[in-house]
């Protein structure tokens, strides 16, 4: 497709369980970045990768939290042990040319943990 | 590190009326700012950018934003809201195209 896709759109989970997020950005986009939307809340700032460079890490908030990206273009984000703290909707974006500052979104997975 | 403020979570207008959604940020050096717009069941999509040329930037569906540097503001406003206006509003700052900070959002409700 043309634009960025996340699945799955939406995942309920048990307490305890770990989730896999997934992200296929638009093709030819270098970066890709992962936000997490709570309820309320902004958009908060997970990790960041460009090209092959070392991904920017700095916003995963636990240990728990971790995300991989492959051959520069699917990305994967990881939860171990969910946690109802971790219930909110994990936006994926992509970005062609970092000059122009436009992400492309995907519409975001709503992860719920019971 | 960078910060947006966005006074407000919820702004409700009249169709026709004012839009005024005021957004202030915080950066040591200079900024880039952004406004990005989701409608219900949408992901976000870039409504306007300052990136240092104009400070009064023109973006999508009639909207702008003013850059005050000595307000620290980037506030978005059109002159006269549509039904169609109605979304979430996220304003965003970067310094380097490498991490961009949202704000907390403005749903903005646009009455008939």
């Known amino acids: 497709g043309a634009g960025v896709s996340q699945s799955p759109s939406n995942k309920v989970t048990e307490k305890g369980k770990d989730v896999e997020l997934r992200c296929d950005p638009i093709s030819g986009h270098t970066a890709l970045y992962w936000y997490r939307q709570s309820l309320g809340q902004g958009l908060e700032f997970l990790i960041y990768?460009?090209?092959?460079?070392?991904?920017?890490k700095s916003g995963l908030p636990s240990d728990r939290f971790s995300a991989e990206r492959t051959g520069g273009s699917v990305s994967t984000l990881t939860i171990q042990r969910t946690q109802q703290e971790d219930s909110a909707v994990y936006l994926c974006?992509?970005?062609?040319?970092?000059?122009?500052?436009?992400?492309?979104f995907g519409e975001g997975s709503r992860l719920t943990v019971l | 590190a960078q910060s947006v403020t966005q006074l407000g979570s919820h702004v409700s207008v009249s169709e026709g009326a004012l839009v005024l959604l005021r957004c202030n940020y915080s950066?040591?050096?200079?900024?880039?700012l952004f406004w990005y717009v989701q409608y219900p069941n949408q992901g976000l999509q870039l409504l306007l950018k300052?990136?240092?040329?104009?400070?009064l930037v023109k973006g999508i569906n009639g909207f702008e934003a003013e850059f005050k540097k000595s307000e620290t503001s980037f506030h978005l406003t059109k002159p006269s809201a549509h039904m169609s206006d109605a979304a979430e509003y996220f304003c965003?700052?970067?310094?380097?195209?490498?991490?961009?900070?949202f704000g907390s959002g403005t749903k903005l409700n646009v009455k008939p």
């Open positions: 974006a992509s970005l062609k040319d970092p000059t122009t500052g436009e992400l492309f």
């Open positions: 950066s040591s050096v200079p900024p880039y």
């Open positions: 300052y990136t240092s040329a104009a400070t």
């Open positions: 990768f460009q090209g092959n460079s070392a991904p920017d």
């Open positions: 965003a700052v970067t310094v380097n195209f490498n991490k961009f900070y």
